[in-house]
């Protein structure tokens, strides 16, 4: 269902292709993409290790698909990206109550909520390491930043 | 105008007497209170109110003078426009009926409590308390005929829970509502005082932090006060979860996972056996929802704590000495048995040695009972609840079998040592019953038409070749066919979830919950509509009674129709738990 990467080659020709257009989209950057079951390493009971492809692709452009989980508002600039379409709303548990798979999008502006029935694709820059969202509290492992997303 | 004025003066009569009647007093009215176990009292009035007005008094006496504590008055609550009087860790050492009075002007309120002791002596030196998270009727039954199956009408074999000698209805009713939620339940059965919906171990006051409302003392800090006893905590979800905290912790807010881990481990129950590891971890680590950097197994390890980390471990760990163990499984809840056992779904790929509660609760008696004084053990089959909820009622019905051979593992203990009570229960029901069967044999691909009911129901067709209790699948030709009487709107599909559990709503850009399209091109699914509240996610807990069980000594006391906080008396009675049993 998810696309697990680029062959070199076919990155190569990507980043190419994003080179040329970046005098018309300077925020856009080839992006490589990535899938939820690629995300750590190992998940034990003592926690979670980032995969090498995070760690290598940290600060980098990606691309993932997945659900879009409901946000405290229908305009919102950022939301969490979860693999199967989650029953939760993530502010009005607390993130407590979230499984570990799960990614955080910060957009770089507001977009309209998409259909939780259906598959978006995000694009953006990818951070890691936990780091608390100073206004809601929400702490995160994996975020990407500069984000947009489109239906897929 | 006249008239007007005449008018607004009858109205600001008639708000002064409702006010009258606003102010609140916790422990609140008909309250029953174990004699000499720590609790805080508060006083809400409606509005400000001036100290010199106010006078609040326990049978008659000034409060300072009854209680032998400092009353404390508050003008202005924080973020309330009201006043308060607390008067923190009162307790009453004289068995007896209390009657407090509070007064601030016209406002006035009474309540009265009832103190108890309990008799000189322990009747049982062990109690293991059993409790399925949401076990309702339909659970039961249908456990018995998928484990043991069913021939002309008669039950082909019983489960544990079957032979147990005495049971009582439970009421489960809330402070504020006549429904319900895990926190308020199992922390009536824990503390023997009913509270608010998402509160444990204290009454829910009006301001907005979760962790300064009244408190009372919960089972666990009895058994510390007065008792030598080891306490035991075996659940399937994870440990800061509702039910398991309500032996430890003190909130409003059952959210407060991290720091009713703490609550936890200030308490230090011997046997600790569960998920949440990821509220022990320290925030660097990533996994952690904690928010500072306490590490929390650490902690245990240096308290000299036996750790084990999967079933294994869990096993070699039964061999240590020293009584103390800290089995953590998973960094959220344990998976349901069908995923684990089965089908391999879930999160059984990350965490695949996950221990069952049957195998828990062996490892937690072998270390509990080195204890000459005794022990308390409470047993949490979490999944019960936890799939009840988004109606997957085979996930449910397996994870109750489980929960009932960790009846019998309770119960074979106690054949070896009878002086152990055993209460098996739940803490709420759910709105689900049984009405026949699913067979997929009918004609057709309508699968609605293939619901049996009545004399059409015939019986199931599961098979236990390898007689381990469970059916050897569950996706069998003839089912039974559980329907839950409420929940969002969400596709029926007439068979069993082999794929994981259940989702059957998501919520969408207006925040209701619609049915997940995931199931949609299931052949046959059938579009349900709900009937609750469409910002509801997935089925709610019922009303309705839960069916006590208990075996051993004290066990007489339950009978006939029991408040949910009356269970906790009779545990304190059983235990003694009015006497200093320590030097």
């Known amino acids: 269902m998810i696309s697990t990467g680029f062959s070199r080659r076919q990155a190569l020709t990507v980043m190419g292709g994003a080179a040329l257009s970046l005098t018309l989209h300077p925020t856009r950057a080839a992006a490589q993409t990535i899938a939820f079951d690629e995300l750590y390493g190992k998940i034990s009971v003592l926690g979670l290790t980032f995969s090498d492809k995070v760690l290598a692709l940290k600060g980098e452009r990606v691309a993932m698909r997945g659900f879009m989980a409901p946000p405290l508002k ?79 | 105008m006249r008239g007007l004025l005449a008018i607004l003066t009858a109205t600001t009569v008639l708000a002064t007497s409702m006010t009258a009647s606003a102010t609140t007093i916790f422990p609140l009215d008909r309250a029953t209170i174990l004699t000499s176990s720590p609790f805080d009292v508060k006083v809400e009035f409606d509005g400000v109110v001036s100290a010199d007005d106010v006078s609040v008094t326990v049978n008659g006496k000034p409060a300072a003078e009854a209680l032998g504590k400092d009353v404390r008055f508050i003008e202005r609550e924080d973020g309330v426009e009201a006043s308060a009087v607390r008067i923190d860790g009162v307790l009453i050492a004289e068995p007896g009926t209390y009657t407090v009075v509070a007064k601030a002007g016209a406002e006035e309120k009474s309540v009265t409590w009832e103190v108890y002791g309990t008799p000189e002596t322990a009747q049982a030196k062990n109690v293991i308390f059993l409790i399925a998270d949401g076990l309702s009727v339909a659970h039961r039954t249908a456990a018995r005929i998928m484990s043991k199956g069913m021939t002309e009408g ?41 509270t608010a919906v998402n509160a444990l171990g204290v009454y829910a006051d009006r301001t907005k932090d979760s962790l300064d409302d009244p408190k009372f003392e919960t089972l666990v800090e009895a058994l510390r006060r007065q008792t030598g006893k080891s306490v035991g905590i075996v659940t399937t979800s994870e440990l800061q979860d509702a039910t398991p905290a309500a032996l430890f912790a003190h909130t409003r807010r059952r959210a407060d996972k991290a720091e009713i881990n703490t609550m936890i481990y200030d308490l230090k129950p011997e046997v600790i056996l569960g998920g949440g590891s990821a509220y022990f971890l320290p925030q660097a680590t990533p996994g952690s929802k904690r928010k500072d950097d306490i590490d929390h197994i650490k902690l245990y ?164 070749e390898n007689g381990d209790g469970y059916p050897d699948r569950v996706d069998v030709s003839r089912r039974l066919f ?59 807990h019922a009303v309705d009674d839960v069916v006590l069980q208990a075996t051993g000594p004290g066990s007489e006391r339950f009978k006939g129709y029991m408040e949910q906080s009356d269970v906790y008396r009779v545990i304190a009675e059983t235990l003694a738990l009015g006497v200093k049993q320590t030097q």
């Open chain 2, 154 to 194: 008669k039950a082909n074999g019983r489960l544990n829970m079957d032979d147990l000698d005495r049971m009582a209805f439970i009421g489960t009713s809330s402070t504020e509502a006549v429904a319900t939620d895990s926190a308020n339940t199992m922390s009536a059965y824990m503390t023997g005082h009913k």
């Open chain 2, 301 to 464: 390890q240096d308290a000299g704590y036996t750790f084990a980390t999967t079933a294994g471990e869990l096993a070699a760990a039964s061999g240590s000495n020293t009584g103390k163990l800290l089995g953590l499984f998973h960094t959220g809840n344990l998976d349901t048995t069908l995923d684990r056992e089965f089908l391999k779904k879930g999160t059984v790929d990350k965490f695949p040695e996950q221990p069952g509660l049957v195998a828990m609760t062996e490892a937690a008696l072998g270390q509990l009972a080195k204890n000459a004084e005794g022990f308390v053990l409470v047993v949490e089959a979490a999944n019960v609840d936890k799939m009840s909820h988004p109606l997957d009622w085979d996930r449910a019905v397996v994870d109750t079998i489980e929960f009932d051979k960790a009846v019998g593992v309770a119960r074979e203990f106690a054949e070896k040592n009878p002086d152990t009570l055993i209460v098996v229960t739940g803490d709420h029901t759910h709105g689900v019953s049984i009405i026949g069967t699913v067979d997929d044999e009918k004609e057709g691909m309508d699968m609605r038409e293939k619901v049996g009911t009545y004399a059409d129901a015939g019986f199931p067709n599961y098979v236990d």
């Open chain 1, 74 to 152: 229908a305009e919102a600039d950022f939301f969490v990206l979860t693999e199967i379409p989650m029953a939760l709303c993530p502010f009005c548990s607390s993130d407590a109550d979230w499984p570990d798979d799960i990614i955080v999008v910060y957009l770089d502006r507001a977009q309209t909520f998409e259909q939780a029935n259906g598959i978006i694709e995000v694009s953006g820059t990818l951070e890691v390491g936990s780091w608390t969202d100073p206004e809601t509290g929400f702490v995160s492992l994996l975020r990407i930043v500069g984000a947009n997303f489109s239906a897929v």
């Open chain 2, 482 to 540: 559980l329907a839950a009487n409420n929940g969002p709107d969400h596709y029926e599909t007439f068979r069993p979830k082999l794929d994981g559990p259940f989702v059957p709503a998501i919520q969408d850009e207006n925040k209701k919950y619609i049915a997940n399209e995931a199931y949609k091109d299931v052949p046959g699914a059938v579009l349900v509509e709900g009937n609750i509240p469409r910002d509801g996610d997935t089925g709610v």
